[in-house]
């Protein structure tokens, strides 16, 4: 596994934590479907959440949130369509992101209904 594996993989197990810990239940992860890849499908209440998680390892090159290009938001979006098509939802969904940054302090920021 290279490190950009490793690293992605510790991120989403520190996003799994956090969702878990705040009464989230995770659904699946790492969903590849068409094209797209899902990090994480969580369920709160009756809103299934798409969450995206990017994990930094500093700030040097800016922060994880503004890795967030408008084709990555339409990747997950097309993915989370995908996923609506082959498994049934009645409830509301929503687009939650993700972003952990390392060092210099560790800090996990949670945007809930980041984009639509």
């Known amino acids: 596994m290279s490190q950009n594996q490793d690293s992605g993989k510790e991120g989403e197990d520190l996003a799994v934590a956090h969702l878990i810990k705040n009464g989230y239940h995770i659904i ?10 899902l990090d994480i499908i ?4 009756n ?6 998680v990017r994990l930094r390892e500093n ?11 408008k ?6 979006k097309r993915g989370a369509e995908r996923y609506l098509d082959t498994y ?7 687009f939650d992101f993700i972003s952990i940054l390392m ?14």
């Open 103 to 116: 060092k210099p302090e560790f800090e996990l920021l949670h945007f809930e209904d980041a984009y639509f």
């Open 59 to 69: 700030h040097w090159h800016g922060y994880p949130e503004q890795t967030m290009t």
């Open 47 to 52: 809103i299934l959440v798409f969450v995206e």
């Open 71 to 76: 084709a990555k938001i339409n990747a997950v």
């Open 88 to 94: 049934t939802w009645e409830g509301e969904i929503r």
């Open 28 to 37: 699946r992860r790492n969903v590849k479907i068409g094209y797209s890849e």
């Open 42 to 45: 969580a369920k709160r209440d």
